[in-house]
């Protein structure tokens, strides 16, 4: 830990237990999600996707404890993974009528990356920046930034 954060052990212990203690829903959410996962033998995203985790009841601590983190990220992760795909499949459909103009070329875990004529971009934006917000209805809002460059890199 010292090596790769440039703290020590004690002082990571501390910071760690700050921020449950500032956010102590954070820990509720992982205890409840890790006995969910041990009475069910599996989590679910919003959108119903279920991870079966074998190991959640394992004997073995290692095992256990991978079932148990895999348990707590799951839900969080793949409901990304499944926002993100809802939204590829609405901008996917629209784009269809304009495949002569701009094409959906990449994803990278939250981003979408497209090439597009330079006098399309302006319609292109806001036509996929609605398409990602309205991919899901959450208790907050999703927002959505976007960027225009020549490459990935510039659009940041």
Do not use: C
């Amino acid at each position: 830990m010292e090596a790769a954060l440039g703290v020590g052990r004690g002082e990571a212990q501390d910071y760690i237990a700050l921020y449950f203690a500032r956010y102590p829903g954070v820990r509720e959410f992982m205890d409840r999600t890790r006995q969910q996962a041990r009475d069910r033998g599996y989590v679910e995203t919003v959108f119903g996707r279920r991870l079966y985790l074998d190991n959640i009841a394992a004997r073995n601590q290692g095992l256990r404890a991978g079932a148990e983190r895999a348990a707590i990220n799951a839900p969080m992760q793949g409901t990304a993974a499944d926002i993100i795909k809802r939204a590829m499949i609405a901008i996917h459909e629209w784009l269809e009528a304009h495949a002569d103009q701009a094409m959906m070329v990449l994803q990278v875990h939250d981003e979408l990356v497209f090439e597009a004529d330079a006098g399309f971009v302006d319609t292109l934006l806001p036509e996929v920046t609605a398409r990602m917000a309205a991919a899901a209805e959450l208790r907050v809002p999703l927002v959505v930034d976007s960027g225009v460059g020549d490459n990935w890199d510039e659009a940041h």
